[in-house]
């Protein structure tokens, strides 16, 4: 009685949440240990000639419908849940200075916003949790008196338009709001606005090139002439991070540059002999970008930087010039209820984590990661795998121009936002592509062309199945597995590898999922069984020096649903990774690639024992159905005479219900109830069978429905709930479809009762009783995996069966040809599916989605 208390609580908890309305109370989540000190942001640059103001605090939130006077306060960073538009607004803590410009960065937004200053909009962003910046327009702040900022945030995803889309697969929590940092820069009149750094290093890697770019902005518009006649000069030099001492020769350009202008100036410098960054020795210099007005210095920022040169070959990596393997883990920033909002501190302890393990690189997949990740990953010596936050993209999307439009857009913003971070390695256009479909090789070459013009990264795409020939503009090709054997994982790598070469192929992702339950067991998904499977890897690497992978991943995340494969009912948490979400259990999985991956002794796996871990349940039920049936045979002559008729004689026995109407009611519930459960008990079962496979929960995605993954995952966790709910729901199915026989006969001349029409739906469907014995040790029989296929086959055949016997039964008790039935029942059964799929197709995009599922899981 208590789990059925809980099972309702959780059924009417979700009906509640979806059916709140627009003047419900959004519920907030504060980030905390982020940064609010000047000095907490040198890490994304320096400077002696700028100002740094925090906007992180509080802010007040309102509803985007409401008036002004609705606000409540909230503190920024923060997260909030609601499906409505909010407006963040707060006053700038500062009064603007003459001849100075104020520039304000957001760290991350998620998911659109729209930046107003004093009323004006004076910003969009489309979209996407990457940084972004730009100047306050300086006639629109006041000198004197309040500047309002206000920033409208729509957190929503949607299935085609915004990245990531909306219930992607396995895609960790989406944080609404501004959940990262925010604040703002004080520059002089005349600075330096947007810069990067690029450089080459040269073969044998005793020389790096740079080209340092920046763009000079002149917005100083006094009416009183520049002495030096608006003439600068931009000088850069490359020092080692803590030493005053220049390697390399600085390089400097003057220029003219009039007032209200800007100047894009390219620095090129040449660093020979220099110390390469790579993760056994990450170094780092310090490039300084200085602006002067003939002797006097205007503005100056310096940034960190580390070079390195990798890149694809034939048989290997190459990272400086030496034949290199990724042992990677892929990272994706988790802590509870506050998603992704991570403290510097913790942070810092997840990189050091990672880095101690022995990986060294990481992939930030499904995520846009915070800058301070990358500054750490620099510094510890861990090499960045970034990409696109999108996956199993249909082949059908890669024919629409916005889409791809948007991809390309996105991209440029996405790097534009992390470019001065150097230690990247690859740049990822996303996963899960068919690349045998010619639309999709021309989609992945039309981004990687585009990407390319503005980045120097290695360019990488992760594949469901890998393309037979190389793709233009694809550097490296990645394949993504979930809950495969090794076995399989090191084939379909083998075949790659011959195909494309060792050095150009790499595991992007390979996760195995956990029941933390099943601990000490046979259990196909115990930790022992994620340990041996990391095992396997790991040895078949120590074999094969070329073998580069990711392992899918560091630590267990909190997803946007509640996932089926997962058995995700407690904080939607994915048990993929290595160590706990809580960071708490060090998984033996870890253990073991700890271990191997630092030449330490070797940990021990027991594998358990062989155990059946069919539910015991399943079997109690089925011996009680098939007890109740006995009896119910037993009843008394008649009835046995009436089901052996309604059995083997289904025309005769429906014509006696016609003309006779003599079938009892309580004994056709009882056999309504009793073929309930059989029913009940054969869903069960497959529902636990299907637990840990994807499909099914990747198909229940497509239709974008929440509550019911939701109701599907608990049931497939727990057959006792899930036996007692199915039952209750089929008999009310067979209620609801006594119903429609009986609006059918609205259209027929012979006068049909809805208990008629009750006992031609129960009845029709008696097969299911004979079905019983084979419904019992239906999950025994899929675990064994013999011929499931066949098993499969023989449900459906059982399924349709049934329902020819209802059909029989209508045209009989309907007294009507049975063409007619079959027509008319055909029609609006096709009729109603048809309208069902397009209303998902068009909102949902759903068809296309179950295509590429099908598609994605015939490939293998």
């Known amino acids: 009685m208590r789990r059925l208390s809980r099972l309702l609580f959780i059924l009417s908890l979700t009906f509640i949440i979806f059916s709140r309305g627009i003047n419900g109370q959004a519920k907030f989540t504060t980030g905390v240990g982020l940064a609010t000190q000047p000095e907490e942001f040198e890490y994304l640059e320096q400077s002696d000639t700028r100002r740094v103001i925090s906007l992180s605090g509080e802010w007040k939130v309102r509803y985007a419908d409401e008036p002004t006077g609705t606000a409540v306060n909230v503190t920024v960073p923060s997260s909030f849940e609601s499906d409505d538009e909010l407006i963040f607004e707060r006053n700038l803590p500062f009064a603007p200075a003459a001849g100075k410009n104020y520039k304000i960065t957001f760290l991350g937004v998620s998911n659109k916003a729209e930046v107003s200053l004093n009323g004006r909009l004076i910003f969009r962003h489309n979209g996407g949790a990457y940084p972004f910046s730009f100047v306050l327009p300086r006639d629109l702040l006041k000198t004197n008196g309040q500047n309002l900022l206000a920033v409208k945030i729509n957190g929503e995803l949607d299935r085609k ?13 989406n944080n609404k709001g501004i959940f990262r940092e925010v604040f703002v820069t ?10 990067g750094v690029n450089y080459t290093v040269s073969p044998n890697g005793n020389r790096v090139e740079l080209s340092l770019i920046s763009l000079i902005s002149n917005r100083k518009y006094s009416a009183q002439g520049d002495s030096l006649g608006n003439k600068y000069e931009l000088s850069a030099s490359v020092r080692s991070r803590g030493s005053d001492e220049e390697r390399g020769t600085s390089a400097n350009h003057k220029f003219s540059l009039e007032k209200g202008k800007d100047q894009e100036v390219v620095l090129s410098l040449s660093l020979n002999d220099p110390n390469l960054w790579s993760p056994d020795s990450p170094f780092l210099y310090d490039i300084t970008f200085s602006l002067y007005a003939g002797d006097n210095l205007v503005d100056r920022v310096t940034v960190p930087a580390g070079f390195f040169l990798f890149r694809p070959g034939n048989n290997s990596f190459n990272l400086n010039n030496r034949n290199f393997s990724l042992h990677g883990v892929t990272y994706i920033p988790s802590i509870g209820e506050r998603g992704s ?12 984590t990672i880095k101690a393990a022995g990986f060294n690189a990481v992939r930030f997949e499904k995520n846009i990661p915070h800058p301070y990740l990358l500054h750490l990953c620099a510094e510890e010596g861990l090499l960045v795998f970034m990409e696109l936050p999108v996956s199993n993209l249909s082949s059908s999307y890669a024919d629409d121009p916005t889409l791809k439009n948007n991809l390309i857009n996105f991209s440029k913003q996405y790097l534009k936002g992390f470019s001065n971070f150097s230690t990247i390695a690859a740049f990822g256009l996303g ?4 690349g045998n479909k010619a639309n999709i090789r021309q989609l992945l070459k039309d981004l990687s062309t585009e990407v390319k013009k503005g980045s120097s990264k290695s360019i990488y795409a992760s594949f469901a199945l890998i393309p037979g020939k190389p793709i233009e503009g694809i550097d490296i090709y990645g394949m993504e597995f979930v809950n495969r054997s090794a076995a399989e994982v090191l084939k379909i790598y083998g075949d790659a590898a011959t195909k494309l070469g060792a050095g150009r192929v790499l595991i992007t992702g390979a996760g195995f ?12 998904h115990s930790e022992e069984a994620q340990a041996k499977f990391f095992e396997d ?3 078949y690497s120590n074999d094969n020096p070329g073998f580069s992978y990711f392992f899918t991943t560091m630590f267990d995340y909190s997803s946007n649903y509640k996932s089926i494969i997962s058995g995700a009912i407690e904080g939607d948490v994915l048990n993929f990774g290595l160590i706990s979400q809580d960071r708490k259990t060090q998984r033996l999985s870890f253990k073991v690639a700890d271990a191997m991956l630092n030449g330490r002794e070797k940990v021990t796996i027991s594998l358990g024992f062989d155990e059946d871990d069919a539910p015991i349940i399943l079997i109690v039920f089925g011996l009680v159905l098939a007890l109740l049936s006995a009896m119910f045979l037993n009843t008394g002559k008649k009835f046995k005479e009436d089901a052996i008729r309604a059995m083997l004689r289904p025309y005769n026995f429906f014509q006696d219900v016609r003309d006779y109407n003599q079938m009892s009611l309580l004994l056709t519930t009882y056999i309504g109830f009793l073929i309930s459960a059989v029913i009940a008990l054969i869903t069960t079962s497959l529902l636990f069978y299907w637990r840990y496979d994807i499909v099914p929960e990747r198909i229940l995605l497509s239709f974008g429905f929440r509550w019911v993954l939701a109701i599907v995952s608990y049931l497939s966790w727990h057959p006792t709930q899930s036996l007692l709910f199915l039952t209750i729901f089929y008999y009310l199915l067979s209620v609801l479809v006594s119903l429609f026989v009986r609006i059918g006969a609205m259209f027929v001349i012979n006068k049909v009762t809805f208990a008629k029409s009750y006992i031609i739906v129960v009845w029709a469907s008696i097969p299911y009783i004979i079905a019983l014995p084979g419904a019992i040790l239906l999950y025994r029989m899929l675990n064994a995996d013999i011929a499931n296929l066949v098993i499969y086959a023989v449900l459906l055949l059982i399924l349709l069966w049934n329902l020819h016997r209802l059909l029989k039964g209508m045209y009989v008790v309907y007294d009507v040809p049975a063409l007619k039935v079959y027509f008319f029942t055909g029609l609006v059964v096709i009729g109603f599916l048809a309208g069902y799929l397009f209303y998902h197709q ?4 759903t068809i296309e989605q179950i295509v590429q599922v099908y598609l994605e899981s015939t490939t293998g």
Not at 513 to 524: F, H, L, Q, R, T
Not at 842 to 845: A, D, P
């Open 537 to 539: 890897l790991l040895l």
């Open 341 to 352: 909002m991570l403290s510097y501190e913790e942070m810092v302890r997840d990189i050091r």
């Open 161 to 173: 338009e915004t990245i990531p889309f909306k219930m992607s697969f396995l895609y960790p929590y």
């Open 186 to 195: 004080e520059l002089p009149n005349i600075y330096i606005g947007e810069y």
């Open 513 to 524: 999922i956990v029941d933390p339950d099943e601990a000490n067991s046979g259990n196909k």
């Open 431 to 434: 996963s899960g592509y068919l």
């Open 842 to 845: 068009f909102t949902h995009f």
